[in-house]
């Protein structure tokens, strides 16, 4: 409750891009990079001291995690999904969780298109005979994808935009998403998965981590594609399962998948990769490098550091995945700011400021956001805000996290 005393300390997990680190180094932040994931236990015994932790999509942000750790400012997941955090818990806890839901989206599609290509084309085998010493030169199995049918599994921002590339190859683009989404150029919507499958040459998952899409694509899934359709999951390990791919690629019914994410991945970069699809033929079989290209890495890095500077510096919570979203900017309105997250209930705004009032504290600005089950409120003083005002707002029934930032 009183305005900190030394600069913040971040950890850096997972080899995020170094950008990340000379962006918050030069706002005053303690920097200490990791190169791989940590596990629970490891996280709880590398927290202690830390204010600001950055991720990406290995490292399990549990309720035991954060339970241990209350004083934990803020969490950025350098990556797209947040399905690694525990979310409800964070909340709780008046925790800050930001990620990066745009600064790839490029990136994936790319890969994505590069893919749709490379297996209808076959160029998995002819790679693969080229390297044993082989020259196998035929067109059978090989066909262009204009005039193909590219089916999209969530029309999010990656879904979205694979579509008006896809449209530029010439190909045809239907999809399905269970939110009403507005189509670009010519795509279709489906009103069914099955309606989907049945009409694609080529489907693409690009769906998030929520637990009802678990096993959105298993035996009967595969079966009511196209025969000789091929398969592409840049989304979410769990969306699959892997046995049933096998199957629809070793019968012949599938003419090719590529797979960039699974259920259960390594922690690190050299260690041993298991899968039941390794040296199936025509598969790409990539290490969740969907997103993984310096530009994109570079944005990512950029991106999640300046919202977890901003949420340190100015009580700024833009973009934040679970807090009232207030934008402000590096501008200060008085001598004190006093940041108060709180259960959203009626009355708490009245009585931030009658107690402020009642210890003449004069407020020259204020911003107030309400989400869900929180609010969160800036208040900027004229006035020093006193050791009896502040310890009579953190005692608020309501209070959740009370912070004085200058």
């Not at 990066?100 to 990136?107: G, I």
């Not at 009403?180 to 099955?194: H, P």
Request: hydrophobic share 40%; net charge negative; charged share 20%.
């Amino acid at each position: 409750m009183t305005v900190p005393d030394k600069p913040p300390k971040a950890l850096l997990l997972e080899n995020v891009h170094p950008v990340a680190t000379d962006l918050l180094e030069r706002a005053g932040v303690e920097v200490e990079n990791r190169a791989g994931a940590l596990d629970e236990a490891e996280l709880i015994a590398a927290l202690d001291g830390v204010d600001l932790l950055g991720i990406r999509s290995k490292t399990q942000v549990t309720r035991k995690v954060i339970a241990a750790h209350p004083d934990l400012l803020a969490v950025g997941a350098f990556c797209i999904g947040t399905n690694q955090i525990a979310m409800q818990a964070a909340s709780r806890a008046g925790l800050a969780v930001f990620n990066a839901p745009y600064s790839n989206t490029r990136s994936v599609v790319e890969m994505a298109v590069a893919e749709i290509i490379a297996l209808t084309r076959r160029l998995t085998e002819r790679d693969r005979s080229l390297h044993e010493g082989v020259w196998r030169k035929s067109a059978t199995g090989s066909h262009e994808v204009r005039g193909r049918t590219l089916g999209i599994v969530g029309y999010g921002n990656i879904g979205s935009q694979l579509s008006v590339l896809a449209e530029s190859l010439g190909m045809t683009v239907v999809f399905y998403d269970i939110a009403e989404k507005l189509a670009l150029g010519n795509a279709r919507r489906c009103e069914s998965l099955d309606e989907l499958l049945a009409a694609s040459d080529v489907v693409t998952a690009h769906v998030d981590g929520r637990p009802s899409n678990q096993g959105m694509f298993g035996p009967d899934e595969f079966a009511a594609m196209r025969e000789g359709a091929v398969f592409i999951n840049l989304s979410r390990g769990h969306v699959v399962e892997l046995g049933a791919l096998k199957g629809a690629i070793e019968s012949g019914h599938l003419a090719g998948a590529a797979v960039d994410v699974f259920p259960t991945e390594p922690k690190s970069a050299g260690d041993p990769f298991v899968s039941e699809l390794r040296g199936l033929p025509n598969v790409i079989l990539t290490p969740h490098v969907g997103g993984s290209t310096e530009e994109a890495q570079e944005n990512i890095g950029r991106f999640v550091a300046g919202k977890l500077r901003d949420y340190w510096k100015t009580g700024s919570s833009s973009m934040s995945c679970n807090l009232p979203s207030l934008t402000l900017d590096g501008g200060t309105f008085g001598d004190h700011r006093v940041a108060h997250l709180h259960h959203n209930r009626p009355g708490v705004l009245a009585s931030i400021n009658a107690a402020l009032a009642d210890r003449g504290v004069n407020i020259v600005g204020q911003m107030l956001g309400t989400r869900d089950e929180l609010g969160y409120v800036i208040t900027d003083v004229g006035t020093p805000a006193n050791a009896e005002g502040l310890e009579y707002l953190a005692s608020l029934d309501e209070t959740i996290r009370l912070r004085v930032l200058y």
